[in-house]
């Protein structure tokens, strides 16, 4: 039986699961999470079931523990996994719900390892690299494959070729390559830089990228070639020749006004196509992207734009807020409407320069963080929003800023904090959760995942959601304070969300505002291109009609 009489577009599956490895040379921040994202976007779109998944070769277990500074946005998958920010666009992109198993560190494969050494798995053994720690890699690699889910796991291997660290990555997907044949694929990504002075694309470097692979044992079957000017056919037939390539296996990855408009440029120039002819998958349907394409329809139609302040401590750094930008924007295109993000630095905003900085903002979002720093500046970003009646999301830490504010400025309990900031607050209005207190470790140790969470009837969440029973998911160590509460439904701020099982208050509103919610949770983990997140709409609809109607008095 051929491979197109199993296929079934509904019903069937592929009979082995294909594995596609995508690597990087030259540089790093190419985009191979954005290639990947849209390959499966692609494969997807076709009726295959895909998931994706990304191989770190830092030391660290996850990045739970990294600063923002370093590597970005701390992604949170639902099953409480902290990952890299890659899994952001993979959800985003895809709909498809990662978890712990998609992402998997340096850290992660030693851990493990060391683990069974110290059981005695390898009693008698001397321990190496080769073959445990890469036994190891493969075995993380085929762990979503083995589930029978998928017909095809995309893996992107982190870091650059050469590198030190992506070295036993390498080499355990080269022995997979070898092990699987057919059912196994390279797409390497790399860069062609434009030198100014000669007027010339170069391709050297990609010729030198691919050696290196060559030279650790794997021949790419697919080239992309990121590039900021357009690939004459003749460049792209001169890199086929020189790196054993078809010259149909050279794709080129042009610079686009947005990432979402890459699978569309990748399913052009033909990486869908190429990857099922070489993986022997014949008879497959078209990708259907009637979706997708509506909503880059709607990206580039509007006409119209909507200004949202972001009130945080990471503002140098565009990455760090990763998640909350693409929900704006997601949430944005569906109504119709571009978004402005301007970022506002929190250790700045004071008394005296607060209305200068928010006055021209439709909406305010307060962010969620960590520690000290910027701290007081959100206070008084949410003391004017809330003064003014700006449509306001705090989110996470922005959410507890918004109970610490209403305590200190409505409920007259002067000094009032988050046991975080200071420990020795005489109102504790956000304390360390029970469950919090005795832990020592910081990694992998927060309330972390989607929870459970009942919407009160009537409420402007509820009515958001369209529901009062939602799941979303969590990344904290602090709590609102119950014994506060009843100070504070008597005030105004109620508790319009609360998790059943802990009774753990998740969200608060103020509900004569035009829109004032903050959210323990973070919504914005959960938003996709295809399905923005109901809170996010409902806060820039706010956002619009406020810019629309009462700011423009
Ligand atoms: N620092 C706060 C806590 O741990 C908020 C965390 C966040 O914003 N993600 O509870």
Known sequence: MCRSELYNRYNSKIVDTKYIFVTGGVVSSLGKGIISSSLARLLLSRGYRVTIQKFDPYINIDPGTLNPYEHGECYVTVDGHEADLDLGHYERFTDIRTTRANNVTTGRIYQSVIDKERRGDYLG???QIIPH????????VKLLGNTGDYDFVITEIGGTVGDIESTPFLEAVRQLKWEMGRNALFVHLTYVPYLKAAKELKTKPTQHSVKQLQSLGIQPDILVLRTEKELPVTMRRKVAQFCNVAPEAVIESLDQPTIYQVPLRMHEQGLDQMVLHIMGVGDAPEPDLTQWNTFLHKLAAADKTVTIGLVGKYVALQDAYKSICESLMQAATRLDHKVNIVYVNSEKVTEGNVEEQLKDMAGVIIAPG???????GKFVALKWCREHDVPTFGICLGMQCMVIEFARNVLGLKDANSTEMDFHTPYNVIDLMEEQKNIMNMGGTMRLGAYACELAEGSRVAQAYGTTSISERHRHRFEFNNEFLD???????????RNPDANLVEVVEIPGKRWYIGTQYHPEYSSTVLHPNPIFIDFVKAAIAYSETEQKK
């Open 125 to 127: 053994k001397t321990v």
């Open 133 to 140: 720690i890469t036994d190891e890699i493969k075995r993380n």
């Open 370 to 376: 960590f520690g000290q720093r910027g701290i007081e």
């Open 487 to 497: 100070r504070y439904e008597s005030a105004g701020m109620k508790c319009t969300g």
